[in-house]
């Protein structure tokens, strides 16, 4: 009598596969590049469990955030991350922004038929490192595979949650005039690292995105003054300016800058002359903007000082009484202008 | 940055400016067009109105080559995308101008037209390559500075004999346009646009010199002063056209000397002149029909010419009845003049051609001045500015 053979699945071949369309069909292609390739870099308890969902016990009385975030960067890798690191960093900062700290993350991959294993495992690996760097596991996931040519390689959306500590209140409607503008470090590397690599802009520059996990320099500021700090928010799309239009807009009053305050690096500053950009316009993924009472800023700008990811941290500005919600900056030259929103699209895909 | 900051440095600015202010006549009124988009751009962005006594007045002119694009080239690039299945490269702010149908190129581009935008002619020239099988065209504009590119492109093509690659040309000529304001009514006869002088183009003046502005300040008793882009280049202009209407010359200075001669660039001369002939007519938006103010594709590069191989016809289109672009782009009126500007003609809806471009007159006010029109003085309420 001849027992029943051990069935045999060969192991992905990951360093010549694509993604088929089977891939995302449920069936054991899935399941098979679920074990291989997510849980196998990810190894998260709630992954293993297989189920269609995580679970988890909830801290009581806390408040609770929620943040989602699609990452649809072109190229995928440029220096300083791809969209891996770009999708755990991004969605760590949304609920960091909320005052909360970061407990899990969830991921869902959509991800182009005939696009090389190999890429996918470097990106998934990208974002395991990330998340496992910034104590965030990604808990729970989802796969699906479109047609070649209705994708553009991968999309990555991620979605996390977390906990407000008590006597926490952040939001973007809280600025009063008088606070004080914050800002944790030099602007717009992340929109100018990516843009130097587009096929169709190759330029040559040191410049590496910022892209980076801010709830530990959220956490450090808020220790500094746990009400103090009004309104936080990271200036990815849209850059500096935009987000404090948005921030004026929202807590109804008017902000005034000091160009000469805010820091560029001068390769940033050196291409977007060349390109024409504004680095108030371009993109961050590891900076984030403060908004706190002018009695709590000192202890805030410090604690923001001695945190790695603070270290060029500066006053920008003020909050100003303005019935306009204008933001307005005293330029480097002596005259006065508006800082606008931005106009259109000025780099798309850059996150 | 070096080489750029020394161009921004506020301390001289203010010299410079109490220097002007020290100069002017009292009770006389001293009104300069800068002709370029450029200057325009570093007058809002920098605030230079604000470094200038009140008696010196800036009025915005012409040269922003995507505000006097008119509707029916835009049309015509649409039709060619849309119509004809070609890939239509261009510019980046050439996407957003509004065009006849409630169109632009960056809506016909959400219809399915294949518009790509390029940074140089030499992108357009790349697209074509990649496309064998496609019509690809590239619309081309600008003024002087833009158009040595466009003629290589042609040569290129020609010489790699890429039979899917053409332009449409719409590269205009700024010392015609010069010439049509300073004879327009407005100026000439009634005397309803002040014009004291004119801040000179900076790099189209790269490429044609600033001998052919002599004939403006000979003839019309203007004075010329060719004048970089950077705030401080502009700022020693205004000081230098000051100094001439007080002095009662009318000469061409060059302020720029840094890069203009009195020749420009021969060989980007010889290129265009070897690529393109002159129009006898084109349509200005703003400025209307302006004799021998534009560039056209000579027959010897035809097979190029957009124009030619897809047997194009040009339809002029009015403007928007409430949009003031015209009397703008003519100094006869400020953006903040027109009833739509800033309401229902916005940088994210524009209505007109000068909100579209950064370099234009209304989305340079609008993006960056706006706050003078609000009778308004923010200061913070509590804190010291840092």
Redesign the interface.
């Known amino acids: 009598m001849t027992s029943p053979r051990k069935s045999y699945v060969r192991p992905l071949d990951i360093r010549h596969g694509r993604i088929d369309m089977s891939h995302g069909a449920g069936g054991r292609a899935a399941a098979q590049l679920i074990d291989e390739l997510f849980i196998a870099a990810f190894d998260s308890d709630g992954l293993r469990q297989g189920n269609d969902g995580a679970s988890f016990a909830i801290p009581a009385g806390h408040r609770m955030v929620m943040a989602t975030d699609g990452h649809v960067v072109s190229p995928l890798f440029f220096a300083g991350g791809d969209v891996g690191s770009l999708s755990v960093h991004g969605t760590i900062n949304d609920v960091a922004m909320c005052g909360a700290t970061p407990l899990y993350l969830a991921a869902s991959f959509i991800i182009e038929e005939g696009f090389a294993l190999a890429e996918l495992q470097r990106i998934v690996q990208s974002m395991a490192a990330a998340s496992r760097a910034a104590g965030v596991p990604v808990v729970t996931g989802d796969t699906k595979v479109v047609e070649k040519g209705k994708g553009d390689g991968v999309f990555i959306a991620t979605t996390g949650i977390g906990v407000v500590p008590h006597g926490v209140h952040v939001s973007g409607e809280r600025a009063r005039?008088?606070?004080?503008v914050l800002l944790s470090g030099t602007i717009g590397e992340h929109g100018v690292a990516v843009l130097s690599q587009r096929e169709?802009?190759e330029f040559e520059t040191t410049i590496a995105s910022d892209s980076a996990a801010l709830h530990t320099l959220v956490a450090a500021m808020l220790a500094a003054s746990p009400d103090g700090v009004r309104v936080l928010r990271d200036p990815t799309r849209g850059g500096l300016a935009t987000t404090l239009n948005e921030i004026a807009g929202q807590s109804g009053a008017?902000m005034?800058l000091?160009e000469a305050?805010i820091p560029v690096l001068?390769q940033v500053?050196?291409a977007c002359?060349l390109l024409g950009l504004d680095p108030l316009y371009v993109a961050n993924e590891g900076k984030l903007v403060a908004i706190c009472a002018?009695e709590a800023a000192p202890a805030v700008l410090a604690a923001m000082r001695a945190h790695p990811l603070g270290g060029q941290a500066a006053?920008?500005?003020?909050?100003?009484?303005?019935?306009?919600h204008?933001v307005?900056m005293?330029?480097?030259?002596?005259?006065?202008?508006?800082v606008?929103w931005l106009?259109?699209e000025q780099l798309p895909r850059i996150c | 940055?070096k080489y750029?900051d020394e161009f921004?440095?506020?301390a001289l600015?203010?010299k410079i400016g109490e220097r002007i202010a020290a100069e002017v006549r009292p009770g006389r009124r001293y009104s300069f067009m800068e002709f370029c988009g450029g200057h325009t751009h570093a007058i809002?962005?920098?605030?230079?109105?604000?470094?200038l006594p009140a008696q010196v007045q800036m009025v915005h002119g012409p040269g922003c080559p995507v505000c006097v694009l008119p509707i029916g080239r835009i049309d015509l690039a649409i039709s060619l995308a849309l119509e004809r299945g070609a890939i239509v490269c261009t510019y980046g702010d050439t996407m957003?101008v509004p065009a006849s149908g409630q169109l632009s190129l960056l809506r016909a581009k959400a219809r399915g037209g294949d518009i790509r935008m390029?940074?140089s002619a030499t992108?357009a020239l790349q697209v074509a390559r990649q496309n064998p099988q496609r019509e690809v065209v590239f619309f081309a504009i600008g003024f002087e500075t833009t158009t040595p590119p466009t003629a290589l492109a042609l040569r290129t093509a020609r010489d790699e004999q890429l039979a899917n690659f053409s332009v449409l040309c719409c590269h205009v000529l700024t010392p015609s346009a010069i010439t049509h304001i300073l004879e327009s009514p407005e100026v000439k006869q009634y005397g309803t646009v002040p014009l004291d002088g004119f801040v000179g183009p900076a790099h189209v003046s790269i490429l044609i010199g600033w001998a052919p502005y002599a004939g403006f300040a000979r003839d019309y008793r203007k004075p010329v002063v060719i004048s970089g882009f950077e705030?401080l280049d502009v700022m020693q202009s205004i000081l230098m056209l000051v100094r001439q209407v007080n002095d009662g010359r009318a000469e061409v200075e060059n302020e720029f000397t840094r890069a203009v001669t009195a020749e420009g660039n021969r060989t980007a001369q010889a290129l265009v002149a070897e690529v393109f002939e002159l129009r006898e007519n084109f349509e200005w938006r703003g400025l209307g029909e302006v004799p021998f103010s534009a560039l056209r594709i000579r027959p010897e590069f035809a097979a190029f010419d957009a124009e030619r191989r897809f047997g194009l016809a040009y339809r002029p289109v009015p403007d928007n009845k409430a949009c003031e672009c015209g009397a703008i782009l003519r100094g006869v009126k400020r953006p903040a003049d027109c009833k739509i500007f800033g309401t229902v003609c916005?940088?994210?809806n524009p209505v007109g051609s000068c909100m579209v471009s950064s370099e234009g007159a209304c989305?340079a006010h609008?993006?960056?001045?706006?706050?003078r029109d609000?009778p308004?003085t923010?200061?913070?309420?509590?804190?010291?500015?840092?």
């Open positions: 005039p008088g606070d004080v169709s802009l008017g005034l000091e305050a001068p500053d050196a002359e002018p006053q920008i500005g003020v909050v100003t009484a303005d019935a306009h204008f307005q005293e330029t480097r030259f002596g005259g006065r202008r508006v606008d106009a259109g | 940055m750029i921004r440095d506020g600015a203010r809002s962005r920098y605030g230079i109105a604000e470094l957003r390029v940074y992108d705030p916005t940088p994210e989305a609008y993006t960056y001045g706006r706050f609000i308004v923010v200061q913070p309420a509590t804190a010291e500015a840092p």
